[in-house]
């Protein structure tokens, strides 16, 4: 009753008066000033005409094609249960032309890729075209609304805008967030005109494309405003549902269980890359130990990143939450509430980059608005020096190590001056009744600030054990993968800046590359070894005494029997692949499938009678499946399996088991059906190879690193 009381009370001091009215509504400089600020203005819109536009209309860049991708999979039908796999998505760019070397969708949200859905029929580079359109027009309404809501000088917004790297690294590199600031920025329009539930949804469309905005509950409880958490729940559930109608059931689960806890602790790319400027990142740089990423720590003690990480972000969005007055419903006091909740949530951030801070708008704007009223140029200027830096996109610190790494994070600190001069505005602010403080609310965040702790050492567990079974120091490789080892050389597929190549360790454990992009599996037996070259239609191709020759067109994933008999390997329909035959020995093409169209196969294995083994999507799962040359299929009964790989000896079958949200190894004595594990940590390990002598397992694991970026390590699984 009380809350309704406040709403009614509220509700005529937001309709009653014009917001120009109570915002600063400061007059344009005059003289030298105004003369400078016009050649400023002149100068950044040349930059922005002939430089920054051009070279984002001109090619493909950076994050686009992540986005374009994903979205055209799904207007053309395709299965997309692998979204997030690396070398499946990189298979899916080659095969429609385009000419960017990675890929990736590995931290985004499934829904994000709805945004270009409809833009995906056209071809990448014209519909980059078409979505730079579409920002320029969100820059045009995100410029009015800013007018309305803060009343500053329309120079004054432009500048700003044209000032923002972050702004044009969004329209280069074909990013969504200056439509995530839309949304953010037109709830607070609606917000401070009393259509909080319509604030509400708008923000759960924003929770869709990027998670933090879903912080805007707590702000919402605080407030003590229902319509507004009403609105974004049942916002969240209407996208939940679009979401999860495009893509499946299973997609969000993976979602759920591995990828966004990986991006809450900051480890959905690499942890260790200062570039991010994050706490994430420089907690992780200072006391976490990795062989190939973070080799010089300050020091390795895991222990103090799981403690410390929860407890800064806790301290810096907790001002943001308790100074937010549920009485207060004035509309500056609103506005820099929700200013200082961006900011909070940007300084808190696992892994930013330069593009997100166009959030910065927002919150400088309004800033910029109340201390032209306050006529409190100097420390106006002194944000205007952050908001600056902060967008700055060049800093070049990021390989120093040890106590220097703190020397390495300049956009950190900037944000966190940022963040208390925004706490230190809201809290002096006037017209503002003291915000009701008690015991709940910090009790609350210090238990989520524990959640979170707890959750962060639970997954410490046996993570950082396996440094010393890596088989070679791998700088410069951001995943090792489908090791294929014989008697002398081991083969695998390594991710580099320029793409996947085919790479060879030799017993001395020196690494070199070979081939060029993209070959995305292999597989080597009876001193051959066959290789995916993948482009706008994957093909295997055979290598023999420095010969090659293209062994079968169409074709993924190549594995070879062991006799060097047949040769295995994937051809996909729609994302849907099914397992063909070839004999190596019999002249002519005698290739023909040998599993059903219902069966989307993922992985496959030879056992030593020629039977093959292999790993499948039935039904929303992954089960193990048995299928002979004549195509008889048999269900083994082991389901949330992938990766199988038998023994060179014949008795044993190693695959990767799914449990609480990764995957594990597991070996399976064939002859009596015993199961037994190998590795058991919160992360995951996969592509199981054995070495010659049937008890040593070669296998990729993403353990102290980015989500499934693996590193090659060894382990003797049989006693």
Known sequence: MQSQRLDRMATPTLESRPLDDEAANPRSPRGPLAIAEWLLLVAAAGYFCFFSFPRAWARLDTDFPNYYVTARLLRDGYDTHRIYEWTWLQRQKDRLG???????????????????????????????????????????????????????????????????????????????????????????WLYLRDRRFLAGLLLAAAVGLKIFPALFALYFVRKRDTRAFLGLAIGIAVVAGVSIAAF?????????????????????????????????????????????????????????VAVLQPLLHALILAPAILLAAPLDWSPNGIRLEWSALVVALLTISTMPASYHFVFLLLPVTVLASVLLEQKRYGLLAFVIFLYLAIGYPNWRASHLEGWLALLAAPRLYCMLLLCGIVYFVL????????????????????????????????????????????????????????????????????????????????????????GRPDRLALSAASGRLWVEEAGSSSRVVGTANNQVEVVEPNAEAPVASPDGHWLAYLRSDHGRARVWLRSLRLPGDDSHPVTPAELNVLEMTYLSDGTLAFSALNQGRTSLFFADHTGVVLDSGIDDVRYPAVSPDGQYLAYSRLHRGTWN??????????????????????????????????????????????ALQRKRAVP
């Not at 791998?474 to 294929?484: D, E, I, Q, S, Y």
């Open 98 to 188: 385009i000419d960017q070397p990675v890929v990736e969708f590995i931290p985004l949200t499934p829904f994000s890729a709805l945004v270009m859905w409809p833009l995906a029929h056209l071809a990448p580079l014209i519909a980059k075209h078409a979505w730079i359109v579409v920002n320029l027009l969100l820059l045009a309404a995100i410029a009015i609304l800013l007018r309305n809501i803060a009343g500053l000088p329309w120079k004054a917004i432009v500048l700003l805008m044209l000032l923002s790297v972050p702004v044009q690294r969004n329209l280069q590199y074909g990013q969504y967030y200056i439509l995530l600031l839309a949304l953010i920025i037109l709830a607070l």
């Open 248 to 304: 499946g059931v299973e997609l969000h689960r993976l979602y759920l269980a591995q990828i966004l806890p990986a991006a809450l602790r900051g480890e959905a790319i690499d942890p260790y890359n200062l570039r991010a400027s994050s706490i994430s990142a420089l907690l992780h740089r200072l006391f976490i130990a990795e062989p190939d990423l973070n080799p010089h720590p300050l020091l390795h003690a895991p222990t103090l």
């Open 427 to 514: 809290q002096k602010w006037p017209l503002r009744k003291p915000p009701l403080m008690g015991w709940v609310w910090p009790v609350t965040l210090s238990l989520l600030a524990a959640l979170q702790m707890f959750g962060m050492l639970h997954h410490q567990r046996g993570v950082y054990a396996g440094y010393g079974a890596r088989v070679a120091n791998m700088p410069g490789v951001f995943l090792a993968t489908n090791p294929a080892p014989s008697p002398d050389l081991t083969y695998f597929i390594a991710l580099r800046s320029d793409g996947y190549h085919t790479a060879v360790l030799s017993k001395e454990n020196s690494l070199t590359d070979r």
């Open 665 to 710: 190894l597991w070996y399976r004595e064939l002859g009596t059906g015993q199961e037994t594990r190998i590795t058991n940590a919160d992360c995951n390990d996969q592509s199981p190879a054995w070495l010659p002598d049937s008890k040593t397992l070669l296998y990729a694991s993403d353990c102290g690193r980015g989500l499934w970026l693996t």
